[in-house]
């Protein structure tokens, strides 16, 4: 049964933690840069959107690959059939 959820967990694992750091830009977006104003002194806000979807994008793909890493190490140390060299 643990195998299972492991084998479950490292599909689903790049997936939740992308969603987060997306999440946690647009959140730094949003509340960096109100809707009424008052941002911050020497702050511009995203121009377009398309320098929020970029900044979206980055953080999506950085959660990607951390996520993407965090599966290869659980795969290598808890599902990887074992050797004679290890």
């Given at each position: ?27 730094i977006i949003r509340f960096a840069y109100p809707p009424g104003g008052g941002a911050p002194e020497g702050f511009a806000p ?41």
């Amino acid at each position: 049964m643990t195998k299972l959820f492991l084998w479950i967990w490292i599909f689903i694992q790049p997936l939740i933690i992308s969603f987060m750091t997306g999440s946690v830009v647009m959140l730094i977006i949003r509340f960096a840069y109100p809707p009424g104003g008052g941002a911050p002194e020497g702050f511009a806000p995203p121009s377009d959107i398309y320098e929020i979807l970029a900044l979206l994008g980055g953080g999506l793909l950085f959660g990607l690959v951390a996520g993407v890493i965090m599966s290869q190490r659980i795969y290598r140390e808890h599902l990887a059939p074992k050797t004679l060299e290890d």
